[in-house]
């Protein structure tokens, strides 16, 4: 009782995942500049920060990991990233203040290795909330680009800059990334009734397998590397983003699925193992109901996820999610609503 009665504050935070990411690949440090589309969604990712008073009889960071359901204690990390390397990270690159303790707690309804990003959601999530013990406010470009630096300099993994920034400002985003990592991003405005109507067409398709970085990214960095920024197999992917932002200007969602198609062959283009079987069993499945657009979830390859724009009719769209699901135990669909907001952080009122 005297260890609970010891909470100062509890900070709440979330923050979307994005599907339709059309212009991928573009938003590396190998493609130099780029151009990406993509869509942030609900389910989000979700973290609960109880901030404590410091006493010494405990370590200095409570963290429960609830999709993994582990619970674990940890002092400051200072550069070790043992259990949860994207946490433990993210409390390492942020200045917490030395008199206090923190419970976090964090959970997402979208099953990690999904190719949504809910790793940068993780991370802009966390910022967002451990931001509240630091002096000022970052925007939500620095919490990105925080985002970011944490994944690629503290954690050496290969990132572009779309997913956190697709976290961090949600909605229909169009990111222009004129010099890596430099980008410009612009919230796409359309009319309530067009966005309802791309919201109800929608669908987020799970293969049921996490997708992993493997030997085939690895080899397709390489090739692109070598070809360097005007490699010509980057072309229609930043094609692919133009038109789809172009698309939703005009009202058009034929055309925005007409894009998602170009976009998915282009992945193809790059290496055919980045469309995997079940992403084409999945496809095939949306096409004989009619819908007009599909696009390969992230870079694409095992495992992951697709998103479907289907037709007008909600009878075809139940019936893709019918016969997908009962075309593999593994394949399910994952409810997704649109983000109008990114990040969002308060304050919760104890007691």
């Known amino acids: 009782m005297r260890y609970r009665s010891a909470v100062l504050s509890q900070f709440n935070a979330v923050a979307p995942i994005r599907i339709c990411d059309n212009g991928g690949w573009t938003d590396t440090w190998f493609a130099g500049h780029g151009k990406v589309f993509n869509i942030a969604v609900y389910p989000y990712v979700e973290v609960q920060m109880r901030v404590l008073r410091r006493d010494g009889e405990r370590e200095r960071f409570s963290i429960h990991a609830e999709?993994?359901?582990?619970?674990?204690?940890?002092?400051?990390?200072?550069?070790?990233?043992?259990?949860?390397?994207l946490?433990?990270?993210?409390?390492?690159?942020?200045?917490?203040?030395?008199?206090?303790?923190?419970?976090?707690?964090?959970?997402?309804?979208?099953?990690?290795?999904?190719?949504?990003?809910?790793?940068?959601?993780?991370?802009?999530?966390?910022?967002?909330?451990?931001?509240?013990?630091t002096p000022g406010r970052l925007t939500p470009h620095e919490v990105a680009a925080a985002a970011h630096r944490i994944e690629t300099e503290l954690l050496k993994q290969e990132?572009?800059?779309?997913?956190?920034?697709?976290s961090a400002y949600g909605g229909l985003c169009f990111i222009d990334m004129h010099q890596f990592p430099h980008a410009t991003v612009s919230r796409i405005d359309i009319p309530s009734a067009l966005k309802w109507e791309l919201e109800s067409r929608l669908l987020l398709l799970y293969t049921g397998h996490a997708h992993s970085s493997s030997e085939v990214h690895r080899k397709v960095i390489r090739e692109l590397e070598?070809?360097?920024?005007?490699?010509?197999?980057?072309?229609?992917?930043?094609?692919?983003?133009?038109?789809?932002?172009?698309?939703?200007?005009?009202?058009?969602?034929?055309?925005?699925?007409?894009?998602?198609?170009?976009?998915?062959?282009?992945?193809?283009?790059?290496?055919?193992?980045?469309?995997?079987?079940?992403?084409?069993?999945?496809?095939?499945?949306?096409?004989?109901?009619?819908?007009?657009?599909?696009?390969v979830n992230g870079a694409g390859g095992d495992g992951g996820s697709v998103a479907i724009l289907t037709g007008p009719d909600h009878t075809t769209k139940r019936a893709i999610v019918r016969d997908v699901e009962a075309a593999n135990a593994a394949y399910r669909n994952i409810p997704v609503h649109l983000?109008?907001?990114?990040?969002?952080?308060?304050?919760?009122?104890l007691g």
């Not at 999709?67 to 949860?84: C, I, S, T, V």
């Not at 942020?94 to 990003?117: H, K, N, Q, W, Y």
Request: with cysteine; proline share 5%.
């Open 67 to 85: 999709n993994y359901g582990e619970r674990y204690q940890l002092a400051d990390p200072k550069g070790a990233y043992d259990k949860h390397p």
């Open 87 to 133: 946490i433990e990270a993210a409390l390492d690159y942020m200045r917490i203040p030395d008199e206090v303790a923190l419970e976090l707690t964090l959970f997402s309804e979208a099953p990690g290795g999904c190719s949504t990003g809910t790793s940068a959601a993780v991370s802009v999530a966390l910022i967002g909330a451990l931001d509240c013990l």
């Open 159 to 166: 990132c572009g800059i779309q997913d956190q920034l697709a």
């Open 226 to 295: 070598d070809a360097g920024p005007e490699c010509p197999k980057l072309t229609p992917l930043r094609q692919a983003a133009e038109a789809s932002r172009d698309a939703l200007y005009a009202g058009d969602l034929k055309a925005l699925g007409k894009a998602m198609v170009a976009n998915t062959a282009a992945q193809e283009e790059l290496n055919t193992s980045l469309v995997g079987p079940a992403h084409r069993e999945i496809i095939a499945i949306a096409r004989r109901h009619g819908a007009v657009g599909w696009k």
């Open 339 to 349: 983000a109008d907001h990114g990040l969002r952080v308060w304050e919760s009122r």
